[in-house]
């Protein structure tokens, strides 16, 4: 019987020595913060709202962050988080509609900065995007949808890549635009005859 008892006791003993490695574990991975997809979930609305988004919770300014928009129709989706720039890496539009979704920003403090790896515009329909880029990354246009860029944005000082779709820079929303980037690159894209008169970018690979 004394064999029985000290051998139960012993196993008791070693259970939280054996499980100690996974407690480790799962707190340092509950220490990180989520750095992952964001999807769009609303109509209009503004990006500090966290219901507006799934899983539920405002994007994390990281450049590994992704937002995602889909859309069957119009809609605006507003950039206010924090008093400046929000940093990302990817935005995908996923609009099967025939409507624009807006990309605005609640002022000209609320800017993108992309980073990270491969930073990617991925368009499928029409977005239309009003406010401001910054820093200088070099971002990639993909998917066959149209990029309208109508914003006075000196502050991007890269380079654009159009690989699939359309890219449009254009002075409609904003009476000026002083978008001046290194230069526009276009390996598969469509270069629209009516983005040239407000476009004055050097263009390569045209």
């Known amino acids: 019987m004394r064999s029985l008892l000290a051998?139960?006791?012993?196993?008791i003993r070693r259970k939280p020595t054996a499980r100690l490695p996974l407690v480790l574990l799962l707190a340092a991975l509950g220490a990180s913060p989520l750095r992952a997809?964001?999807?769009?979930?609303?109509?209009?609305?503004?990006?500090?709202?966290?219901?507006?988004w799934?899983?539920?919770?405002?994007?994390?300014?990281d450049f590994t962050t992704?937002?995602?928009?889909?859309?069957?129709?119009?809609?605006?989706?507003?950039?206010?988080?924090?008093?400046?720039t929000f940093q990302l890496n990817r935005i995908t539009v996923n609009n099967t509609g025939t409507g624009t979704v807006t990309i605005a920003a609640n002022s000209t403090a609320n800017t993108l900065t992309f980073g990270g790896t491969?930073?990617?515009?991925?368009?499928?329909?029409?977005?239309?995007?009003t406010r401001l880029l910054a820093g200088a990354p070099t971002i990639t246009?993909?998917?066959?949808?149209?990029?309208?860029?109508?914003?006075?944005?000196?502050?991007?000082?890269?380079t654009i890549i159009v690989d699939?779709?359309?890219?449009?820079?254009?002075?409609?929303?904003?009476a000026t635009t002083n978008f001046n980037p290194v230069s526009i690159v276009v390996n598969n894209g469509v270069p629209p005859a009516s983005a040239i008169p407000t476009c004055p970018i050097p263009l390569t690979s045209w």
Do not use: M
Not at 67 to 75: D, E, K, N, Q, V
Not at 118 to 129: E, K, Q, R, V, Y
């Open 118 to 129: 491969t930073p990617t515009l991925d368009i499928t329909g029409t977005t239309l995007f």
């Open 37 to 52: 997809q964001s999807t769009w979930n609303a109509t209009a609305g503004t990006w500090s709202t966290d219901i507006n």
């Open 164 to 174: 699939q779709g359309t890219f449009i820079n254009r002075a409609t929303t904003n």
């Open 54 to 61: 799934t899983p539920i919770g405002v994007p994390v300014s």
């Open 7 to 11: 051998a139960f006791l012993c196993s």
């Open 66 to 84: 992704q937002l995602i928009f889909p859309a069957t129709s119009g809609y605006t989706t507003t950039n206010d988080i924090g008093a400046g």
């Open 141 to 158: 246009k993909t998917g066959s949808g149209t990029f309208i860029h109508d914003s006075n944005n000196a502050g991007f000082t890269e």
